[in-house]
């Protein structure tokens, strides 16, 4: 138990739903993170965010919006996705911003199926 | 962040000592050297870091030559539960971390 919790864990849905996962910690961070893991790829950095504001956006396509209404909740929306983004989504948090021994504790992931 | 060479992928025998390489020889002098592992569908979890004195923790130990150049992961008593890949990843220690996931070290601790 790592105090980030995610959920569903599994989750499939057609290229024209509409889906979210949920991302909750119970640590008291201030930094939240979502990360995507494709197949046999190392992790890529989706976004950050940093005592409740966005400031990390790597290049992600906008059918995957995030949002983040309190330092302890970190949604990604999910809309007209494509099979390419099949991944395990992670969550992460830290303590963030005037931390001097920053580390990531990760939640288990989102599975994600695109169908 | 300075980028880290690590082996694809090591074996180790259940009890013995697992000791996982990393090259960062253009880690700067303020850039900390972290090392996280994951297990199979599961989320990364830290091991333990270091700037330049060596490390110990209950889960590992970590060995930073004089030169910083390279680093050792040391994990005394490998279990098959050890079995994960080993990422280590050289950072500045401050603020929110994006950390840079390569394709780490992959162990297989066997019976």
């Known amino acids: 138990e790592t105090g980030v919790t995610q959920t569903p864990r599994h989750l499939v849905m057609g290229m024209t739903n509409k889906k979210s996962l949920k991302c909750e910690q119970h640590?008291?961070?201030?930094?939240m993170y979502w990360y995507k893991q494709s197949a046999k790829k190392p992790l890529e950095l989706m976004f950050v965010?940093?005592?409740?504001?966005?400031?990390e956006n790597n290049s992600v396509p906008s059918r995957f919006s995030p949002e983040c209404p309190n330092s302890s909740h970190l949604f990604l929306h999910l809309h007209t996705l494509q099979p390419e983004d099949s991944a395990l989504y992670l969550c992460?948090?830290?303590?963030?911003?005037?931390?001097?021994?920053?580390?990531?504790?990760f939640g288990s992931g989102t599975q994600l199926s695109v169908l | 962040d300075a980028k880290t060479t690590q082996p694809t992928s090591m074996d180790c025998a259940e009890g013995r000592a697992a000791n996982l390489p990393c090259n960062h020889s253009t880690i700067s002098g303020n850039e900390y050297v972290y090392w996280y592992r994951q297990i199979h569908s599961q989320g990364p979890q830290y091991i333990i870091h270091g700037l330049k004195n060596n490390e110990t923790n209950e889960m590992a130990s970590l060995i930073i030559t004089e030169d910083r150049k390279s680093s050792t992961l040391i994990l005394p008593h490998a279990t098959l539960r050890d079995t994960a890949v080993y990422y280590c990843i050289v950072r500045v220690n401050s603020g929110y971390s994006t950390l840079t996931f390569g394709k780490g070290t992959m162990l297989l601790v066997s019976p």
């Open positions: 965010y940093s005592l409740e504001e966005r400031v």
């Open positions: 992460a948090s830290s303590r963030g911003q005037f931390a001097t021994n920053e580390k990531l504790f």
């Open positions: 640590l008291g961070h201030n930094a």
